[in-house]
């Protein structure tokens, strides 16, 4: 039974990551898209689009990918003491990526909306900031239950 269960040691790090990953790379798909629509709208208007203001909409789901990798850290040092804290990996995962594919949504509605005006850029970072706290939350409470778990 101790053969199979260290098969599945690294399953709670690599969910970890595995999901935050997967809500990054969803969330900057649905940003990107956005995007593209917001340059081609410039372009067709002759007039250049904010270059980097429509980045950062993109750019601003790959943090979770980051904080998965933390998580993940947390989880293989705590394998590597006997823990196997599955549950823990696997929720924090899907939470982070759910914050990230989130993030893209709004990174995709604020592409979209300085496509048109050119105008609100703060507004977006602040709901681009208010989703990624959910990612920083799940990352730090789950931290401290590795940590207090593990030891």
């Avoid at 053969?3 to 970890?16: E, H, N, V, W």
């Avoid at 081609?40 to 689009?49: D, H, M, S, V, W």
């Avoid at 709004?106 to 989703?131: Q, R």
């Amino acid at each position: 039974m101790e053969g199979m269960m260290s098969q599945f040691k690294d399953l709670g790090s690599i969910a970890a990551l595995g999901f935050a990953a997967i809500g990054s790379a969803l969330g900057i798909g649905a940003a990107g898209m956005a995007a593209v629509g917001a340059w081609k709208k410039g372009f067709l208007r002759n007039k250049p689009a904010p270059m980097v203001q429509l980045l950062a909409c993109i750019g601003a789901p790959i943090s979770q990918t980051f904080y998965g990798m933390i998580v993940m850290n947390a989880m293989i040092a705590a394998a590597n003491k006997g823990a196997m804290l599955w549950s823990i990996g696997i929720f924090a995962g899907i939470a982070i990526g759910l914050s990230a594919l989130m993030q893209g949504r709004i990174g995709a509605a604020a592409a979209d909306a300085l496509g048109e005006s050119d105008k609100g850029f703060s507004n977006y970072l602040a709901a681009l900031g208010i989703i990624e706290s959910v990612a920083v939350f799940v990352m730090v409470f789950s931290l401290q239950l590795i940590s207090k778990i593990a030891g």
